[in-house]
């Protein structure tokens, strides 16, 4: 099995600063056929479903404001948040669908200073 | 607009059964594979089933492997998944999801509770 690893766990940032989080796997998820990451990133506030926030590690859903970005390839990726706002308060979960079983970040916990 | 409408959960003794529904519209349903996670209290999100298109090839995480059955109804746009030897460790929120080719669209959920 692929095996997703977050860090940090958690992280406090000051409104309008910056949150970065990395999430790692324990293999290359990049589908050298297609070149292709298969790597989401999903935003999951209390009492909702996780929504998608970004896919093939880098494309920004519609929904999604241009603070959030994807970056990384292979075994290695980064969500960053340029600007925190406080409706970006939640847990943020990678996962790769490279490969079954689908496996999941254990999540990374993002909070107003 | 992708919809999916979980139904079923629900409390269920330890070595029990539960079965859940999900309703799809928005999309089409026939043309997409469809996935279960689920959501421990307190803890992350866990891939639990996944069934192709055409509902001929299926998936299951090892923790349930031999318990659970992941099925589909592409005619009332329906996927389900029955739980069998339920244990308290299949306590939490299941959700539904649109598998597509770059991740889930999600619905809200049901609660499961495994207790005696």
């Known amino acids: 099995d692929i095996v997703m690893t977050q860090s940090p766990d958690s992280l406090a940032v000051s409104l309008g600063g910056r949150a970065t989080i990395n999430c790692k796997s324990s293999q290359s998820v990049l589908y050298s056929s297609n070149n292709k990451n298969y790597l989401v990133w999903y935003q999951h506030k209390p009492g909702q479903p996780p929504k998608k926030l970004i896919s093939?590690?880098?494309i920004r859903e519609s929904w999604v404001p241009d603070r959030f970005s994807g970056s990384g390839s292979g075994t290695d990726f980064t969500l960053t948040i340029s600007s925190l706002q406080p409706e970006d308060v939640a847990v943020y979960y990678c996962?790769?669908?490279?490969?079954?079983?689908?496996?999941f970040g254990q999540g990374t916990k993002v909070d107003i200073k | 607009e992708v919809h999916l409408l979980e139904s079923g959960g629900g409390l269920a003794h330890p070595g029990g059964s539960l079965g859940l529904s999900c309703g799809a519209s928005g999309f089409s349903f026939s043309d997409d594979a469809m996935t279960w996670v689920r959501q421990a209290p307190g803890e992350g999100l866990e891939w639990v089933s996944t069934?192709?298109?055409?509902?001929?090839?299926?998936f299951y995480a090892d923790s349930v492997k031999g318990r659970f059955t992941i099925s589909r109804d592409n005619s009332k746009n329906t996927v389900y998944l029955q739980m069998y030897s339920l244990r308290a460790e299949d306590t939490a929120l299941y959700y539904c999801?649109?598998?597509?080719?770059?991740?889930?669209?999600w619905g809200q959920g049901t609660l499961v509770t495994v207790s005696s």
């Open positions: 093939w590690a880098s």
């Open positions: 069934i192709n298109h055409n509902g001929k090839i299926t």
């Open positions: 999801a649109r598998q597509g080719s770059s991740g889930m669209d």
């Open positions: 996962q790769q669908y490279y490969t079954t079983p689908w496996t």
